[in-house]
């Protein structure tokens, strides 16, 4: 089994609460955490447009985001802080290990800037629990 990852679902994904769009982006999402959380060694590629998780979400249709724009802002600072490119292959625990070495508090504040979630605190929390080495 292999994942498909925009670059920003990194972070959304060691973040993820059960929260979304819609229950069937909720339901996909949760099976695709349970099976990184079951498997570290699970394989990701990163994508340049909708990935395993867009698949389900309601903002998409025939492969493409309706907030296309706003989210590329998103990949592109996420590609630059975890230094990612699509085509790049790497395990669930490899984006672990690039999330705690390379995206620092402040770097999350400048690479999630204008994301909705991102008042929620569940990424922020995530993202300390790793540094903390609790996740």
Not at 33 to 44: R, Y
Not at 56 to 83: F, M, N, S, W, Y
Not at 124 to 135: F, M, P, R, T, Y
Request: glycine fraction near 10%; charge should be negative; include cysteine.
């Amino acid at each position: 089994m292999k994942f498909s990852f925009r670059p920003h679902h990194f972070l959304c994904t060691l973040g993820f609460q059960g929260m979304g769009y819609s229950p069937e982006f909720i339901e996909n999402y949760t099976h695709i955490v349970e099976a990184l959380q079951d498997n570290e060694e699970l394989l990701i590629e990163v994508v340049a447009g909708a990935d395993s998780i867009c698949t389900a979400c309601p903002h998409q249709g025939g492969g493409v985001c309706r907030t296309e724009d706003k989210i590329r802002g998103l990949d592109d600072r996420h590609a630059q802080v975890l230094g990612i490119v699509p085509g790049d292959v790497l395990s669930w625990k490899m984006g672990k290990n690039r999330l705690k070495e390379n995206m620092t508090l402040d770097a999350f504040h400048k690479a999630c800037e204008g994301c909705q979630w991102k008042s929620s605190g569940v990424c922020e929390e995530a993202l300390q629990k790793l540094h903390n080495g609790a996740l």
